[in-house]
């Protein structure tokens, strides 16, 4: 972990305008608070309807998000690895990718706050060298025909800058989750599609058309099962990436989540068009895209 | 099954070993009032549902004030309160760092301005000194909900900062404390 990984938390933490003895000192004697709720008759009780719902509502964002990040899959099944085997190829090559993603979201309002989903489409614009590697990124908010940025970021598995609406802030931490070098693909399906080849967790399952394309139907899915309450299931979840036939470029990813909360279910969909998958030589034009295109 | 002497037994015990925690929880989101109400309420829970209470209480606590809070709010405009507390109520800690380089201030501005999901995720492990797994059982989600939390959180409290005039690159400076 480096210092600057560690340091946002710290100073914040120094930042802390009230201390535990100060708020204690302001608060009304604890002997005081005691004896009250102490007097007040247990059977008083009121089930936390409202409560459980929400930690519900919690734990199916928290069931999103895991399908979204497609950690969970599925057994390789037999005879179509060949195709699986040439779609992961086709994406691991060492050299310069160019990727546009379009994102859009369908799910109920509840989910669409816990996980700060876009109201609009999600453009993504990202370049990443697998050989260096390095990587930069866009993402901007397609909303009522206007173009909102929401980020751009440039860096390396060790180090980042990122810009935001509001300031642009050089960093060098590496993922600072897990204190691991960052994947420099991660910002669409493939490098989701690559862990789950690498972990044999990849089927192949028919051959569908798209917009004249035919295109090779890779299946991760799993059953989640209870998320972190028992009313709240997880029925089914999947996740589909269409490969083009011919160049096994990615085509579109699909994620769908069926829930049953309190014996409701609802559903959350997601997909994401690649209108732009392609290498590009490694030439310096091509690889300075890798640098953020604005500062400050 | 435990009896109601044991039941009181235990709720005096976690009373007694909690409640500086829970008070400082609500104090540092709330004004006094509100805050005071949030704290005896938490606790009214805490004593109806003893039986029902985890081994380790504290992130259930802290969970149920952190509802009552919100509960508040509907009532009165609690977000104002918030920010009232982190612009104006500080009750400032003199030795510590942040405060010696003249970065509390760009630290609670920073935090102002972020959605009170951000707020919240960064506050209980910087305040509330939660470790993740406890602030993931505060906030009701799983732990890899919280570190997804948790990592835009923090992006988004360096670029404020950033935003504020604060230079990111000044941290690289210091040494943790």
Not at chain 1, 2 to 28: C, I, M, Y
Request: glycine share 6%.
């Amino acid at each position: 972990m480096t210092r600057n990984n560690l340091d946002d938390l710290k100073l914040l933490g120094a930042a802390n305008p009230v201390r535990a003895e100060d708020a204690v000192a302001d608060a009304e004697p604890a002997r005081t608070l005691l004896e009250r709720v102490l007097a007040t008759p247990r059977e008083a009780v009121e089930p936390p309807r409202r409560s459980r719902r929400r930690a519900g509502l919690v734990a199916l964002g928290a069931a999103v998000v895991g399908l979204i990040l497609a950690v969970v899959v599925a057994s390789l099944g037999n005879g179509s690895a060949s195709v699986v085997d040439r779609a992961y190829a086709a994406v691991s090559k060492p050299t310069l990718y160019h990727v546009v993603t379009r994102m859009t979201t369908d799910a109920p309002a509840f989910i669409e706050r816990e996980l700060d989903l876009p109201r609009g489409v999600e453009v993504m614009e990202s370049w990443y060298d697998l050989k260096r590697p390095a990587y930069h990124y866009v993402a901007y908010e397609l909303r009522d025909g206007r173009r909102i940025f929401g980020m751009e970021a440039a860096g390396d598995p060790t180090r980042e800058t990122l810009r935001m609406p509001r300031g642009s802030v050089p960093g060098r931490a590496p993922d600072v989750l897990t204190g691991k070098p960052r994947e420099v693909e991660r910002f669409d399906p493939t490098a989701e599609f690559k862990a789950a080849y690498r972990s044999d967790n990849v089927r192949q399952q028919g051959i569908v058309t798209v917009a004249g394309r035919r295109a090779y139907r890779l299946v991760i899915e799993h059953d989640v099962g209870p998320v972190s309450d028992p009313q709240f299931i997880a029925r089914s979840s999947s996740s589909v990436m269409l490969f083009d036939a011919q160049t096994l470029a990615p085509i579109e990813w699909v994620g769908r989540v069926v829930f049953e909360i309190n014996g409701r279910r609802g559903t959350f969909r997601g997909r994401l068009r690649y209108t732009t998958f392609e290498t590009l030589p490694r030439t310096p034009e091509n690889l300075a895209k890798l640098k953020m295109t604005t500062t400050g | 099954m435990e009896d109601d002497d044991q039941l009181r037994e235990r709720f005096e015990r976690v009373f007694h070993e909690h409640h500086a925690a829970v008070c400082a929880y609500a104090f540092r989101r709330a004004d006094r009032a509100t805050a005071q109400d949030a704290v005896s309420e938490t606790f009214l829970i805490a004593w109806r549902r003893c039986s029902e209470l985890p081994a380790e209480p504290l992130p259930w606590l802290l969970s149920t004030a952190r509802r009552v809070l919100a509960n508040q709010r509907r009532a009165s405009d609690h977000q104002r309160s918030i920010e009232r507390r982190l612009a104006t109520d500080a009750v400032t800690q003199t030795s510590d760092p942040a405060d010696s380089l003249g970065y509390a201030s760009a630290c609670r501005a920073a935090l102002e301005r972020l959605g009170e999901r951000d707020r919240e995720t960064l506050m209980l492990l910087a305040w509330e000194e939660l470790d993740r797994h406890a602030a993931a059982g505060a906030i009701g989600c799983s732990r890899a909900t919280f570190a997804v939390r948790l990592h835009r959180a923090r992006h988004r409290f360096r670029a404020e900062l950033a935003a504020g005039g604060f230079e990111a690159a000044t941290l690289d400076t210091m040494e943790p404390a």
